[in-house]
């Protein structure tokens, strides 16, 4: 079955936010002498900070998780933070599969002041039909909800459309939907990523064919065309 639609994930996808978010993680863990290590600050990867704020509340004594959410984010611009930059190949990925008339959406575990301001930063707000954000599901990722409300607001079934992702826990929620994965490994190695169908090293291993269709041109696995 040939694909026609295509969401992605939003932080360390299009976006190179990882490395300044892992910074913050661990500035708030050690300014509460909590016990963390490399294996802790990456279970945030792709997740709802809030969700697995919770599930690691046990380090935090007497703290409470908005609290904690609350002073994470508030590390995002402050000194030392390490900057940010678009992922190579997102933006011309994203704006050559809109030129082509392919639907396109976003499903972030980031909440949508944060995502509208970061797609607006990149310059790509007009090319996404439905955007989805930790403020619109129930459930973060790996639960597929996110990416099947991006796939709803496109009006395309999961089993047509590609989800792209950077983290375990986004992988896991794309194959969840239904859908076909490519993982980007900007953040973490292949192996990480493991059940994606396809891997990229980024963006720019994968060409949009007129068609509309798209290609992945490097990276692992095959990948069928998306028209």
């Not at 794309?174 to 490994?185: D, E, F, L, Q």
Request: charged residues 20%; hydrophobic residues 45%.
């Amino acid at each position: 079955m040939e694909l026609s639609a295509a969401v992605f994930d939003l932080d360390g996808t299009l976006i190179d936010t990882e490395p300044r978010n892992r910074v913050m993680w661990t500035w708030l863990f050690e300014e509460h002498g909590a016990a963390h290590d490399p294996a802790v600050i990456a279970s945030f990867a792709g997740r709802r900070g809030r969700e697995v704020l919770a599930e690691l509340l046990h380090l935090f004594p007497g703290r409470g998780v908005e609290e904690l959410y609350q002073q994470a984010i508030s590390y995002e611009h402050g000194p030392g933070a390490p900057a940010v930059a678009p992922v190579p190949g997102a933006a011309d990925l994203v704006r050559a599969l809109h030129r082509e008339g392919v639907p396109l959406g976003v499903a972030t575990s980031g909440q949508r002041p944060y995502a509208e301001g970061l797609l607006s930063e990149l310059g790509l707000r007009e090319c996404f039909a439905a955007v989805v954000t930790a403020d619109d599901v129930t459930t973060g990722k790996p639960d597929p909800e996110g990416f099947l409300a991006a796939c709803a607001g496109l009006g395309v079934p999961p089993e047509r459309a590609v989800g792209f992702e950077d983290a375990p826990a986004g992988v896991a929620a794309v194959k969840a939907a239904g859908m076909t994965c490519v993982g980007v490994t900007t953040t973490l190695p292949a192996e990480a990523l493991a059940g994606a169908d396809h891997v990229v090293a980024n963006l720019k291993e994968v060409d949009v064919v007129p068609g509309p269709a798209l290609r992945v041109t490097g990276g692992r696995g095959p990948m069928r065309p998306v028209r």
